[in-house]
T-cell receptor, first 114, second 117 residues
Framework: AQSVTQLDSQVPVFEEAPVELRCNYS??????LFWYVQYPNQGLQLLLK??????LVKGINGFEAEFNKSQTSFHLRKPSVHISDTAEYFC????????????FGAGTQVVVTP | DTEVTQTPKHLVMGMTNKKSLKCEQH?????MYWYKQKAKKPPELMFV???????INESVPSRFSPECPNSSLLNLHLHALQPEDSALYLC????????????????FGPGTRLTVL
């Protein structure tokens, strides 16, 4: 079975500064990788995903993530954050042929201040 | 269009009430999911439907009863809930993969905020 670790429970960051959210996973088989964002009192929105191919994936709202197979990581980055990026961010892993079982990390709360 | 809709947005119910949550998608997805999310926690999978048949029940208490009347709709019937069942209930959908299992990406609805008094 797979597991996901988000190394930071909360990341404070100033507006227009860069941010990196760390995600490591463990699995004995090939996986799909996702980052979802959850704004206060809302559902989950897909930011980006890695299925195969290029290890650098670009998503919505200026976010990107890099898949590193040797380090089993999928860190999320944004070069310049806005106040509106304040939200909870979830890394998630799905083993190929896992029958819908998305394994979520515990989440990272990003708080952007002026 | 990657929209999953859920109604109602908020629901308050007593422990003796019967209520239902509704989820709808028009993306042609044939896999649909129910998740439960407590505050400050990640979503937890409850049920998976594939081709309108229940394929996964994550040992959910019988006071939660899912139903998939057609390929676009997913319901969650609630009866005799407990206060600890108060949570955000999320619906998601995805394609079904070539091998019959779910395809890659799940799309989530906005959720129903449930409060049990």
């Amino acid at each position: 079975a797979q597991s996901v670790t988000q190394l930071d429970s909360q990341v404070p960051v100033f507006e227009e500064a860069p941010v990196e959210l760390r995600c490591n996973y463990s699995s004995s088989v090939s996986v799909y990788l996702f980052w979802y964002v959850q704004y206060p009192n809302q559902g989950l929105q897909l930011l980006l995903k890695y299925l195969s191919g290029s290890t650098l994936v670009k998503g919505i709202n200026g976010f990107e993530a890099e898949f590193n197979k040797s380090q089993t990581s999928f860190h999320l980055r944004k070069p310049s954050v806005h106040i509106s990026d304040t939200a909870e961010y979830f890394c998630a892993v799905s083993e190929i042929d896992s029958w819908g079982k998305l394994q979520f990390g515990a989440g990272t709360q990003v708080v952007v201040t002026p | 269009d990657t929209e999953v809709t859920q109604t109602p947005k908020h629901l308050v119910m007593g422990m003796t009430n019967k209520k239902s949550l509704k989820c709808e998608q028009h993306m042609g997805h044939r896999a649909m999911y129910w998740y439960k999310q407590k505050a400050k926690k990640p979503p937890e999978l409850m049920f998976v439907y594939s081709y309108e048949k229940l394929s996964i029940n994550e040992s959910v208490p019988s006071r939660f009863s899912p139903e998939c009347p057609n390929s676009s709709l997913l319901n969650l019937h609630l009866h005799a809930l407990q206060p600890e069942d108060s949570a955000l209930y999320l619906c998601a959908s995805s394609q079904v993969g070539l091998a019959g299992g779910p395809a890659d990406t799940q799309y989530f609805g906005p959720g129903t905020r449930l409060t049990v008094l």
